[in-house]
């Protein structure tokens, strides 16, 4: 059973009780669980062979909607998101440098149904990584990175990246590209109902004018709405629209892409992909 899904049993027995309004909410809290699941392959860091250290220390950032509804169970709901990080880096074989904490905050520039994750890793004096199915040991003179950003007593990362990923990532569960092959090239592509659109050009300009790589018929859609840009990373850039983009349920005017992103443009949803080889 996939961790997403014990996550939801968890809470279960708490839908008619405490999290009954929770869930009437716009934003679910297993969207806000398989966002930090991302946010730890993202942020992974390799520590040595054996051992690939990720975030223990999470704020989630809601609308002031959204917030209000949450605010009221963010202890437990804190509590059984922080569990499904630690279910989740034993399964990947992630370690933590302290213990897990996951805290909800008010972002007054985020709409209702929107919310952003950002992470940092907390080290203790020792700098030793703790394997996920140990219990969290107290923090001692904790060092702390800047969210986002590696630890301060992390440990400088190999010169060369690890057999089958690049340096200091891994990749995200379910959807993302397999290992690269020695000189593979990588493919790129976006689904949007269902049709597979290639890239086969360094930039992508997607809108509702008949002069973009990718005509969209969508009224929210502007004539020159976006435009992906491949490279290592991939990335997205709004051109300038009136509606502008959503990427991976944030508000941004230019954000980096993974395998399996999603980007909402007025009310079409668009699935970036890509793959080696």
Known sequence: MG?????????EGLVNGTFAKVFKSEVQPVEIAGALQRECDNNATIWNRERTVVPNDFIVELSGGDYDRLSPYSGQLGDELAGLVRDYAKQQRYSFMGPIKVQLEKADDLDTGLYRVRSRTLASSTSQPQAAQG???APQNQQQGGYGY?????PPMPAGPPPGGAAGRRPAPGGAAPAPSPGGPRRHWIEINGT???ISRPTLVLGRSTEADVRIDDPG????????????P??????????????????TTRATLRDGSRIVVGSTTIIYRQAEG
Do not use: W
Request: with cysteine; charged share 20%.
């Open 196 to 198: 597979r659109h290639q």
């Open 221 to 232: 859609v502007s004539r020159r709405h976006c435009e992906i840009r491949t490279g290592t």
């Open 3 to 11: 961790v997403l899904k014990r996550f939801e049993q968890r809470l």
């Open 234 to 251: 991939s990335t997205i850039q709004d051109l300038g629209s009136t509606n502008g983009i959503v990427v991976d349920g944030q508000h």
């Open 150 to 154: 590696p630890p301060v007593a992390a």
């Open 135 to 137: 219990g969290p040991a």
